[in-house]
């Protein structure tokens, strides 16, 4: 069973950059399919960024143009890059992992805070 942890939350300013890292342990990572989800206060979850079973990526209209998720196998370790940061960013970021080829997430991160001030 995979654990996940997520790192590189933080506080910047809006039109910054953060990057965000998820590590992947005790799986065969390359089985899994990644995902990034947020959620801010009195909103429900929203499905961010996400790798397909062929290894394509697909994005929210919110992120769009905005984010790139990306994996390092050799590392276990799958990224989101934000940039062009704004305020109605706030909120937890999680990874998710799903066994490739079924539907859903059933493996989540502990979560980061991302807070972009305006």
Do not use: H
């Not at 502990?110 to 807070?115: A, K, L, N, S």
């Amino acid at each position: 069973q995979v654990q996940l942890v997520e790192s590189g939350g933080g506080l910047v300013q809006a039109g910054g950059s953060l990057r965000l890292s998820c590590a992947a342990s005790g799986g065969t990572f390359s089985v899994y399919a990644m995902a990034w989800f947020r959620q801010a206060p009195g909103k429900e979850r929203e499905l961010l960024a996400a790798f397909s079973d062929n290894g394509g990526s697909t994005y929210s209209d919110s992120v769009k143009g905005r984010f790139t998720i990306s994996r390092d196998n050799s590392k276990n370790t799958v990224y989101l890059q934000m940039n062009s940061l704004k305020p109605e960013d706030t909120a937890v970021y999680y990874c998710a992992a799903r066994i490739r080829y079924t539907a859903n997430y059933n493996y989540w991160g502990q979560g980061t805070q991302v807070t972009v001030s305006s």
